[in-house]
């Protein structure tokens, strides 16, 4: 059984042997260690207390300390804890849910796959784009075009497709296929913008340009996160998202 009453000290020599080694250790020196949350705010193994500004990783949007969700999930394992997503099974909670988020992100959204994460989702919508093109008879249809500054995850495909070179280093050769556009970025724009152009219609623009650049018959599909991230907490203009739909034609 673990121990998880060791002196803060000991939990940090621990962790720096044995957990993190996508982490250069100068980077690791001091790191929080974090015993219990509430609220906004992290408690830590040598009595600090932190203010999260970033909810986690902008996935703890409820806060800490939340005490219906963990009682829902300790029912639900005590219940059942796993089964296979497979075809041929499901089980009441799992199509409830998909039930439920239906059309919530767009009308024509109307159907779940369950993944482990977002890196694992965005191959299989990868996936999912060459399966659909292919089943129509067009296999060449297979390229993806994604971002700068973009984050998409960091399993193979998915790094292809982040438009952020640090995240490139020593992991190359990227997955052919992918290639990167300017983003929508109002304080930073990296394209071209056309007199009288705005920086939404800019980016929208290079979309089409790359298209026609890498040949229409050849591209599968267009990644974008609707707010960017990792690459700046940016947010397009209004003009951006409704313009991308007339490119992708």
């Keep these: 059984m673990l121990d998880l009453t060791l002196d803060h000290a000991t939990v940090v020599e621990h962790d720096k042997k044995q957990l993190h080694p996508l982490h250069h ?3 690791h020196q001091d790191p929080l260690v974090v015993e219990r949350a509430e609220g906004v705010w992290l408690y830590t193994t040598d009595g600090r207390k932190v203010l999260d500004g970033m909810a986690g990783l902008w996935n703890v949007n409820i806060g800490y300390g939340n005490q219906e969700l963990p009682e829902v999930a300790a029912e639900q394992m005590r219940k059942l804890a796993f089964t296979s997503n497979f075809v041929g099974m499901t089980t ?19 159907t779940t796959f369950f993944t482990s994460g977002g890196s694992e989702s965005n191959d299989t919508a990868f996936k999912t784009a ?7 008879g067009k296999p060449e249809k297979v390229k993806i075009i994604s971002r700068q500054g973009a984050y998409h995850g960091i399993t193979v495909a998915a790094t292809a497709a982040t438009g952020i070179p640090r995240y490139h280093t020593m992991f190359g050769p990227l997955t052919p296929g992918f290639s990167h556009i300017p983003a929508p970025n109002p304080y930073r ?8 152009e705005t920086v ?3 980016a ?24 960017q991230g990792v690459g700046g907490v940016i947010v397009p203009p209004d003009d951006y998202f409704p313009l991308v739909p007339r490119h992708l034609r």
């Design 204 to 227: 929208a623009r290079a979309l089409e340009e790359e298209i026609l650049r890498q040949g229409p018959e050849t591209v599968a599909a267009f990644i974008a996160e609707p707010i």
């Design 130 to 136: 060459r399966y659909y093109w292919r089943r129509l």
């Design 92 to 110: 009441p909670p799992s199509a409830e849910l998909a039930y439920r988020m239906a059309g919530m992100a767009h009308p024509t959204l109307n």
């Design 25 to 27: 250790p100068k980077q």
């Design 200 to 202: 939404g219609q800019a």
């Design 189 to 196: 724009y990296t394209g071209d913008i056309q007199p009288h």
